[in-house]
């Protein structure tokens, strides 16, 4: 059987740009015989000794990229409403503190069996482990022993969510990237500082909240918050240039901030067991709706910061 690493050549959007971006340039040129030398060679201390133990999966993870305070919750809550598991009481975002949705699991295209079993969806210890590894805090094998030991947990075709996306997981088992929200570095910037002033709404330091209103000064009150931000950002222009392609690629701008006919009818046929009437499109741009004037009432002076974050932060732009 093919390596997974061989069939990524030809799945991927770029695979020779993708390895290289990780500092893998010799799977360039990789073939059958030249992974197996690196796989089965002698050396114990082999980066690609861990594929050796890596035993092929009839499985697969499906997932949706959708980064950090781009309303993953939110939407995943909508299909919710359309596919008529919950009603639409409650779910007013004015009344929901912070316009916090955290309580809902996310995007869920396919409804597969397990997407709700406790545990099974959370990927914020992999994402922490991507993040540290593009910084160089953490070794590609030691990126790739966890996922050795994160892929054992699945033993049925399960759907994520990723805030960043898991870079080389493909080479592990098949994956399917299902959704892909799009959007330009200024709004990938705007939503990552969004959802701080969310979440500083259930914290005691609200550092975040206090530079966007203007209370402190100093951009290095959140430096912490910029270098995590851009080092997702490398990480999401590494998968929308190179990566997997999404099987549904949706504008940010034209589904949240527009909620365009368009994209609201899109998003809802591609959810299984959905319903796309005219009826629940307008349902759901009016709670679209809400949402985002939710979000702007958080953000209402970024205009403030918006210059000194996006100008005087070097920004990585290698790769979009």
């Known amino acids: 059987m093919k390596h997974k690493i061989l069939e990524c050549q030809s799945k991927f959007k ?20 030249s992974l197996n030398n690196d796989i089965f060679n002698d050396g114990t201390e082999s ?12 499985n697969e993870i499906m997932y ?17 409403v359309a596919k008529g598991s919950i009603t ?41 482990d991507i993040v540290n590894f593009v910084n160089r805090n953490l070794t590609l094998r030691e990126l790739w022993v966890s996922y050795e030991s994160f892929i054992k947990k699945f033993d049925q075709v399960h759907e994520l969510q990723y805030h960043a996306d898991l870079l080389t997981l493909p080479f592990f088992i098949k994956c399917r990237c299902l959704m892909f ?3 330009s570095h200024e709004t990938f910037v705007w939503i990552y500082f969004l ?27 959140v430096r912490p918050q910029l270098e995590r931000c851009n080092t997702e950002w490398q990480i999401y222009c590494i998968s929308k240039y190179y990566g997997l392609p999404a099987e549904i690629d949706i504008d940010y701008e034209d589904l949240i ?17 959905a319903d796309s009437s005219d009826a629940m499109i307008k349902k759901c741009q009016n709670l ?29 732009r290698t790769h979009g």
């Not at 770029?14 to 015989?33: H, I, P, T």
């Open 257 to 273: 901030i527009d909620h365009k006919y368009s994209a609201v009818k899109y998003f809802l046929q591609a959810t299984s067991n």
């Open 88 to 128: 639409t009481t409650g779910k007013d975002p004015k009344d929901r503190p912070a316009n916090l949705w955290d309580d809902h699991y996310g995007i869920n295209f396919k409804d597969t069996p397990t997407f709700d079993k406790p545990g099974m969806n959370r990927t914020a210890d992999r994402e922490d």
């Open 14 to 33: 770029n695979f020779d740009k993708y390895v290289s971006a990780l500092g893998l340039s010799r799977l360039m040129n990789a073939n059958e015989s």
């Open 64 to 80: 949706s990229i959708i980064p950090y305070g781009a309303g993953g919750s939110f939407l995943g809550m909508l299909q919710e």
């Open 195 to 221: 959802a701080g002033i969310k979440h500083d709404h259930n914290r005691s330091n609200k550092s975040i909240t206090d530079f966007i209103n203007n209370k402190k000064y100093s951009i290095n009150v």
């Open 47 to 58: 980066l690609y000794k861990v594929f050796a133990r890596n035993i092929d999966r009839d």
């Open 288 to 316: 679209l709706k809400e949402y985002h004037s939710e979000n702007l009432k958080l953000m209402k002076n970024w205009d403030l910061r918006k210059d000194e974050i996006l100008n005087s932060f070097k920004w990585d």
């Open 181 to 183: 929200l799009n959007m």
